[in-house]
């Protein structure tokens, strides 16, 4: 990599000596030491909304620093494709799907088409993200090492897709998932489990003065004179945006506080506009809520947002992970968030947030609200154990560890 070309935090991993200590830079440096010079490269759909590129912006620039050559490429489809393969995504969170022959020939021509495009086979691994891209492999497999990294929550996947999806993954060396929940007995190669993670460096966590934050507030148009309830999240039927505006009228009915719900409608995500336009409807004579779309100044704003909220919402139906709270919680917000998924490897009941077991409950959600709105003492405390649990588990050096750790048991 040519270093002088890049002047970003996150571009070098000694500028994270200040959060994880020296021995811990060393440790990563030596564990890289031998893949030095191999080709990586990662495979996904888009390059910006959600977690899944939210990640890769950081780890890449970092195995780069590693002395390991690590691109990035992106998946090329048309919006059928992409209305596809956001099918697929929903039915492997348990949706039911309509899989014909014509969805199977489309699927398969499009990974078809970018196996060429990409030009991947000359790497020494390739890492594949998620659903869309994971046909890919069936045109390309030779010598290399192709792992599958699924961010989903796959605990109940519809069985049909499943059973036609198991063929592509099976052709893997590897998979990984974020949670051992996810585990499958069906499948014949080996499943590891890697849990997310946030960039402490990153314009969207990076430390900003409470002047600077609410600067950021108020160009977002949003005052600070009443409670911040927040949720970060693409518009997606799983973060049940309707449910939260629902819980949202409940706490209102009890304190005069807002709601600010900021999702991005990401390229490979058409049912997001849908969504969007549904819940701003249902909300439009709702005072104190605001449904933001693709923010200007993103990262920077949702890092603002994340700071000043009395507390953040994660009111998921099923989540793989959610980064959105780990971010919180480096900010010291406790998160009140649906027991689903990845939710619980973050969220410790009572310590640093609260779990709500049914997400559909709504009268428990409002009550865990209406609780930490009326106690900043507690807000406090627990935002204080949220950011010790975040720097111990999910920040992104561990994260690049646990990579190269992978790598090295495939590459050397
Ligand atoms: N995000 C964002 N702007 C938005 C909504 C979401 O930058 O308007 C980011 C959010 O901060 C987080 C990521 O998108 O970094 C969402 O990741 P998460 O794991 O929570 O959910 P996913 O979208 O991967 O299901």
Redesign the pocket.
């Known amino acids: 990599m040519n270093k002088k070309l890049i002047n970003f935090p996150s571009a070098f991993l000694e500028n994270y000596q200040n959060i994880i200590g020296k021995e811990k830079i060393k440790e990563i440096r030596e564990a890289a030491r031998s893949l030095k010079g191999k080709h990586i490269v990662h495979l996904s759909s888009t390059y910006q ?4 590129a ?1 990640m890769l912006n950081t780890l890449v620039l970092l195995l780069n620093d590693l002395d390991i050559t690590c691109g990035w490429r992106l998946l090329k489809g048309s919006k059928l494709f992409f209305n596809i393969t956001k099918s697929f995504h929903n039915a492997l969170q348990g949706s039911e799907i309509d899989l014909t022959e014509e969805t199977k020939r489309i699927y398969e021509n499009t990974t078809k088409y970018n196996s060429i495009f990409t030009h991947l086979g000359h790497h020494d691994l390739i890492v594949v993200h998620d659903p869309q891209p994971l046909s890919i492999i069936k045109n390309l497999k030779e010598n290399q090492k192709w792992i599958w990294r699924c ?1 989903i929550d796959i605990t109940e996947p519809n069985q049909n897709l499943w059973q036609y999806l198991k063929q592509y993954i099976n052709q893997y060396d590897e998979m990984i998932i974020s949670d051992e929940k996810y585990i499958k007995d069906d499948i014949t190669i080996p499943q590891t489990i890697i849990h ?1 993670s946030i960039d402490p460096l990153s314009d ?1 966590n990076k430390d900003l003065t409470e002047e600077e934050a609410k600067k950021i507030i108020s160009d977002l148009n949003i005052s600070l004179d009443k409670p911040i309830i927040l949720q ?3 518009y ?1 039927i799983w973060k049940d945006p309707e449910g939260v505006l629902e819980v949202f009228k409940k706490v209102k009915k009890e304190i005069d506080c807002q709601l600010v719900f ?3 409608i990401a390229d490979d995500d058409p049912e997001a506009v849908e969504i969007y336009q549904k819940i701003i409807e249902k909300a439009k004579n709702v005072k104190d809520t605001h449904f933001l779309v ?2 200007e100044n ?2 920077i704003s ?1 890092n603002a947002l994340q700071k000043m909220a009395d507390l953040v919402l994660q009111k998921s139906i099923k989540e ?5 709270i780990s ?1 919180s919680f480096w900010k010291e917000t406790p998160v009140i968030a649906s027991n689903v998924g990845g939710i619980p490897l973050q969220v410790v009941n009572d310590k640093n947030g609260f779990l709500i077991d049914n997400p559909m409950d709504y009268d428990s959600f409002a009550e865990k609200i209406i609780y930490l709105l009326n106690n900043k003492e507690k807000r406090e405390e627990m935002g204080k154990f949220a950011k010790e649990y975040v720097k111990e588990n999910f920040l992104v050096t561990k994260h690049l560890l646990d990579y190269i750790n992978l790598f090295k048991k495939h590459l050397t």
């Open positions: 909304g959600g977690g899944v939210e961010h997310p969207k970060v999240s693409r997606d900021v999702g991005n693709n923010i993103n990262d949702i793989g992970f959610a980064l959105t971010e």
